[in-house]
């Protein structure tokens, strides 16, 4: 339930209790810290830390909330909170440690306001009216930066696992092959065609053999993208040949009236080699070693 404030508040009389909270926060500094610390460790909020980051997190987080509510600006408690939300998702912190440790100082902070003010309610009214919208906007700073890092660490880790997944892989000069397996989406699709034309410029390939053999179905977007892909590469100053295309991706591509005549298509991996190979003045010679029945085969340019 919301309280009323008093209505002989002044701003003037605002200013001096908000500098009296300030001071009190301040003079109760050891005190009240080492009873957040207490009850952070009762609740096992602090599993993982070590002594020495126990207190200088714990100094640096109590005196940025006393600047907050003295000043009322909150770029400190925003740098802070992003780079303790940072430093927590590498070591692993949850979010009920990094929330709950805030929640549980402000209920420090909060009962210490109770105790001091237990004989006027009136005061420990209007100074509850300052120091809590404080501390509710320091709690959401931190949980907003909190959730903002996991999304950013959730999103390189997707990106990181598409570039696994689809590897572009360099066989000799100026020949790269690009193994496509799996589902294909529309922002897949984007991902390979960047990767592959980044790929092109970095190691200055002539020819990319794309095999699509563990593709499992392509439709009308993604038939459009293998085509943009090709294109791409062409501008790029590479061949694109396309190899594994089954029967039932055949048909899909005909049926959908792709324009096929823009690829070079070979019917697999190998072949795709060997054809590229050509393109790049390679060719195969076969050997026949004196010591051994076996052949062997040599490409030469």
Known sequence: ????????????????????????????????????????????????????????????????VIVCLE???????????????ERGVLRGMTTEQIIGGILTLRNVYGRSLFEWYQQDMEKLSAALDIYEPVADKIISIVALAFVEEREKVVRQQQEAIRELSTPVLQVRDQLLILPIIGVIDTHRARQITEQLLRTIRTKRAKVVVMDITGVPAVDSKIAGHLVQTVDASKLMGATVIVTGISPEIAQTLVTLGVDIAKMNTVGDLQGGIEVANGFLGYRVVRTEPETSLNHQDKMVQ
């Open 71 to 85: 000043t009322g600006q909150y770029e400190g408690a925003q740098t802070y909170a992003t780079r303790m939300a």
């Open 1 to 64: 339930m919301k309280r009323e404030k008093n209505n002989q508040s002044t701003p003037e009389s605002e200013a001096a209790l908000r500098l009296e909270l300030v001071e009190h926060f301040r003079e109760k500094r050891d005190l009240l810290r080492q009873q957040w610390v207490q009850q952070m460790t009762a609740k096992g909020l602090l599993a993982g830390l070590t002594q020495e980051e126990i207190e200088t997190e714990s100094i640096t987080i109590y005196d940025t």
